[in-house]
């Protein structure tokens, strides 16, 4: 909106120089009696009263208004402003107070960049004015040119009419040549191409070739049958006005899309699913078992002959759409029969138990998830009290107490909108030796039947952003002056025309909907999307998102990012982690924007409410609430918004918070501050983190060094992440580090957690160092307590840069990238061996990779590294540290062959995409690697690797159903000849033979699960069976982000993320933020 603003204040700035020209003439007219007349009346402007000739003005009617002294164009008016267009009802300029005032459909368009509004007012002395109903796009990949009105715009303005015009604009460098098209004699042979002349010629041209239909049949249009004529419109040959309710979006004028404004489909709103706040539950009937509590939940363990029963108490808390936080307590009644005894604390060993009863009361609070709108999950944390000993963890457990940690995972399945049928796993343990050294507990099964009363206000969602005033279900003209202070009212009555002025006509709203189930209300909705005709976008293409980055840390020490991609054939979901994890993540470059209003001021604009989507479709999957903004514009490519609150709603029912400042620019990451991760190596499990907000250590420059050769320095930017260990504090102990006074190398040990083990950080330094272009350090705190932090602390970073080098033999000439690397514990991890740490490196690389050309239909690209470094790590099966030089090649060809392949889906229809950012097309691929590693190592020893793998990735559905319409699996295979062996640990090949399988499969609607698993499969290999990786997570997938949980027990790495996707396309979209018209909104209850 800043650039928008800024870029179309140069095209108008020039109305100054008028202004300037005026002023003489100006004060000629204040010193005359002031005209009386009855109406409005324009004369033909002067030069001087007219603006600059730069700017192209066509209007019905314009000219000098000497009433209100202001220039006035009225009528289809439209502004050419170098390759870019501004089009409105009503312009006028202001020349005492040098102001612009644009009116009545205002429309502004140049390359990619789009902007709309009710109106647009700019002062021209005081850099400040506002805007209403506004939306529009802006392309930060695109907006360098587009914005410059001095260079060419990167894409043609759409045509205002459905036959091509010839435009003014001739020095663009895209093509001003009109269409041509074919002609036939009277033979019907094919003429040469014939270039349009005229419109007029255009159309007659047109339809020769295409000429209509003659018309058959009946007419289907409501009105214009002869039969059954109901009004006197339909006798005079005229349709009837339908109702708006008989629409399922606004009917569509038949013109272009660059003539009418983008308008925002009404659409029934959410339906609130579930309205009922409260709820109780009968336990019918409840089954111990005598299984721990891993296994309870596969039911790996044998009946107990314990039986509960009971009531429970639930009460909602917080609503966010499709997840809730809950209040849930139960009163309970267990009955016992004779049961065998454990070995602890009973009168003998193992000695019979005899039949008891007793009671238990249990308070938690809950999340509950919604999957689909009948089914959820629940998850409860609390407390659990026996009124006394449960005899089996008396005598079961080393340990016990009546007062235990309480844990409950459930499942509830609505029959109605006020009963459900509940499973839950009932649970008692100690938590990890929390409450009186107690480990595990007890667990049953329960199964009852729910009952929700009570009734909750709905939230509202969205905020209110009515549609544009030309657009259906559109505020009346009252009430959008009683939002406008009494200057802009009094105004806008002095302007408009005198219906306008005195009416109190309402635009038509869609009619309130009678009480009816949840079900069917949202199956209207889903109509009412699916008959929204234009969306007004075409040629999409899923760009880019920000990949989860999986494990904290570079491959540059060991094996690079690309060497992990080159490395073998394998599943995707085996690849390698790095970076850091977040909760919301992506890189957005072309951002749709939304206000009701805004005020616009010398550095950016502000306004009550603002949202921005990535999401090109409406209803949009995603997109971003902000309150209370302020926008600041710090240099020509970058805004900086700050507002009060900020949030990323998704599907319009879940809110989900982010940061308060958000920079707009592009390859500028949008995401959250906060971390939900889990590191069962360093930070013995879960664990919380934020994100502070970036210190700027040196801005960016751009500059011409001694070789004439231009260079741009990237900022060099501080980033720090405070951590909380939620598990340590849970659990007590910590069992990350190496014992205090053991072998560096040696295994780690437990121990009681201190206060400084509780906390922790993440340091990250990234940008331009010492003219290196690209720069990246971290340091990695798992621990600050003083102790464990020498064992802990882990370190690495890098400084890289390309350079060219010329021919030298056998290495072409081209563009390679050098990096000078170093580390201290740096974390890597080794197939069956597992995790292995580099205790120190220093060393430098090159690298270079690319495509070859292909064979046949077969694919090829490369990659090369070669290296050389000092390390220090453990020798290969002991815990001693080793030191040794080591140089290193690896190579590596990749080739992809595409077997079979269906047709590709429609990218341009919602529904291909509405899972997905690509459409899915089902194929059958084979891909295969070669690779060679050479090591050579300062002790004379060498490891010398040759590698084969290949495999195929059967695509099978387009996940556009609702159940198992996605299927991807791969399967690879691959094998190594081997030559010497690395005295580290850490690069001692020992998987020489390797079979991955990789499996995503849709389960229900969005939901899918992902996975995969590597195993040595060398019969001869001591790790013959042993899991080289593995990796699994449950992804709720959809076109505008993707919500995972995902865990690799290979790593012991896990967490919790949303993925934001960016798109390229063509075309406005529609205003995206939901709205139903006020009086829809009092009768209909819904999310808002």
Not at 375 to 380: I, K
């Amino acid at each position: 909106m800043t650039q928008l603003r800024k870029r179309l204040i140069q095209g108008v700035s020039a109305c100054s120089v008028a202004a300037l020209q005026l002023a003489p003439l100006s004060s000629a007219w204040a010193a005359q009696p002031a005209p009386t007349p009855t109406a409005s009346v324009l004369s033909e402007a002067s030069p001087e009263q007219s603006p600059p000739v730069v700017i192209n003005l066509l209007a019905n009617e314009q000219g000098f208004d000497q009433r209100l002294n202001r220039f006035v164009a009225k009528g289809d008016v439209q502004l050419d402003l170098a390759g870019g267009r501004v089009l409105a009802d009503r312009l006028e300029y202001e020349t005492a107070t040098r102001t612009l005032l644009l009116s009545g459909r205002v429309r502004f368009q140049r390359g990619e960049q789009y902007f709309q509004a009710n109106s647009l007012r700019y002062s021209l002395i005081e850099n400040s004015g506002d805007a209403d109903a506004v939306y529009g796009v802006i392309d930060f990949d695109t907006s360098e040119v587009d914005f410059d009105l001095k260079a060419y715009p990167s894409v043609a303005l759409p045509s205002l009419s459905y036959w091509p015009t010839w435009s003014a604009y001739e020095k663009a460098s895209f093509s001003t040549n009109p269409p041509r098209l074919l002609r036939k004699d009277l033979k019907g042979n094919v003429l040469v191409d014939v270039s349009w002349a005229k419109p007029a010629n255009a159309a007659e041209l047109a339809l020769a070739a295409h000429p209509l239909e003659a018309h058959t049949g009946q007419v289907e249009l409501k009105g214009l049958a002869l039969q059954g004529l109901s009004s006197s419109k339909q006798a005079l040959g005229l349709p009837d006005k339908l109702s708006l309710a008989d629409w399922r979006v606004p009917p569509m004028a038949v013109a272009p899309a660059a003539q009418s404004m983008a308008c925002t489909p009404l659409i029934p709103p959410v339906p609130d699913w579930h309205p009922h706040p409260s709820a109780v539950t009968a336990w019918a009937f409840g089954q111990a078992i005598d299984a721990n509590f891993g296994n309870s939940f596969t039911f790996n363990g044998r009946w107990r002959p314990e039986n509960v029963w009971g009531l429970n108490y639930n009460q909602r808390l917080v609503d966010a759409g499709p997840l809730a936080l809950e209040f849930d307590s139960n009163a309970l009644l267990h009955k016992t029969s004779w049961q065998p005894g454990g070995e602890f604390n009973n009168s003998e060993p193992f000695a019979p138990l005899p039949p008891k009863t007793f009671g238990e009361f249990t308070a938690a609070f809950g999340l509950r998830a919604w999957l689909q709108p009948w089914l959820s999950l629940g998850f409860f944390e609390g407390v659990s009290l026996l009124t006394s000993n449960s005899l089996y963890e008396q005598t079961f457990r080393q340990n016990y107490q009546t007062f235990l940690n309480y844990l409950g995972f459930e499942v509830e399945a609505l029959v109605k909108p006020q009963w459900s049928v509940v499973g839950r796993l009932h649970h008692r343990s100690g938590a990890y030796g929390t409450y009186g050294g107690v480990s595990e507990g007890s667990n049953a099964y329960l199964v009852g039947v729910r009952y929700r009363y009570g009734r909750s206000k709905p939230p509202r969602i969205a905020p209110l952003m009515p549609p544009a005033a030309s657009c259906p279900g559109a505020p009346s003209t009252g009430e959008e002056q009683q939002q406008k202070p009494l200057a802009d009212q009094l105004n806008a009555v002095a302007e408009a025309k005198p219906q306008q002025a005195t009416g109190t006509s309402q635009p038509p709203a869609l009619p309130p909907l009678p009480t009816t189930p949840a079900a069917q209300l949202e199956a209207e909705r889903h109509k009412a999307i699916e008959a929204i005709a234009d969306q007004r976008i075409s040629d999409l293409y899923y760009i880019r998102s920000l990949k989860l980055e999986r494990r904290q840390g570079g491959g540059f020490l060991t094996r690079s990012s690309e060497e992990d991609a080159f490395g073998s054939v394998k599943p995707n979901q085996l690849d390698a982690f790095s970076g850091d994890q977040k909760l919301i993540e992506g890189f957005i470059s072309r951002w749709r924007f939304q206000a009701a209003r805004i005020q616009i001021t010398p550095d950016g604009w502000t306004a009550t409410r603002a949202a921005f989507s990535n999401d090109p479709f409406t209803p949009a999957q995603s997109w971003i609430d902000l309150e209370d903004v302020v926008a600041v514009q710090e240099t020509e490519e970058r805004t900086k918004i700050s507002a009060k609150r900020s949030r990323l709603v998704l599907e319009n029912r879940l809110p989900i918070p982010m940061r308060k400042n958000i920079v707009l620019e592009q390859d500028q990451p949008a995401d959250s501050p906060w971390v939900i991760a889990d590191d069962g190596i360093d930070r013995s499990g879960i664990y919380f983190g934020y994100d502070m907000k970036e210190i700027e250590l040196k801005k960016a420059r751009s500059f011409t060094n001694k070789k004439g050769v231009q260079v741009d320095e990237q900022p060099l930017k501080l980033k720090i992440q405070p951590q909380f260990m939620v598990a340590r504090a849970l659990n007590g102990n910590v069992n990350s580090f190496v014992l205090p006074g053991d072998p560096i190398g040696g295994p780690t040990g437990s121990q009681p957690a201190q206060i400084g083990d509780l906390f922790g950080a993440l340091i990250k330094l990234e940008g331009s160092v010492f003219g290196y272009s690209t720069s990246d350090f971290t340091l990695s705190l798992p621990t600050l307590n003083p102790q464990n932090m020498a064992n802990g602390t882990r370190s690495w970073g890098d400084f890289s840069r390309q350079i060219f080098i010329p021919k030298l033999g056998i290495i072409p000439a081209g563009t390679y990238t050098t990096r000078l690397f170093g580390a201290y514990r740096y974390k890597t991890y080794n197939g069956s061996l597992g995790q292995q740490d580099v205790y120190s490196a220093l060393g430098a690389s090159i690298e270079r990779q690319g495509d070859l050309n292909p064979w046949w239909q077969v694919k090829h690209n490369y990659y090369w590294r070669a290296a050389f470094g000092n390390f220090q790590g453990n020798s290969f099966g002991e815990s001693n540290l080793i030191d040794s030089t080591r140089g290193s090649f690896f190579g590596a060809v990749n080739s992809s062959l595409q077997i079979w392949q269906a047709k590709y889906g429609d990218r341009n229809n919602p529904k291909t995409t509405q899972n997905t950012p690509n459409p899915i097309t089902p194929g059958l691929r084979f891909n295969t690697n070669v690779s060679t590693r050479l090591d050579f190592y300062g002790d004379g020893t060498r490891q010398l690797d040759l590698s084969l793998s290949g495999g195929p990735t059967l695509t099978l559905g387009r996940f556009e159903k609702n159940f198992f319409d996605y299927t991807e699996l791969t399967i690879s295979g691959g094998g190594t000849l081997q030559q010497g062996e690395s005295p580290f640990s850490f690069d001692r090949n020992v998987d020489l033979a390797t079979l991955g399988i990789g499996l995503r499969q849709q389960l229900v609607g969005p939901l899918l699960i992902s996975g995969g698993l590597g195993v040595n499969v060398d019969p001869s290999s001591p790790y013959y069976g042993d899991f080289t990786n593995a990796y699994g997570e449950l992804v709720w997938s959809r076109r505008g982000y993707e919500f995972a949980i995902y865990y690799s027990p290979y790593e012991q790495v896990g967490g919790v993320r949303v993925k934001l996707n960016d798109f390229n396309y063509r075309g406005t979209g529609l205003p995206f933020v939901p709205y139903t018209p006020t009086d829809f909104t009092k009768k209909r209850q819904g999310l808002y």
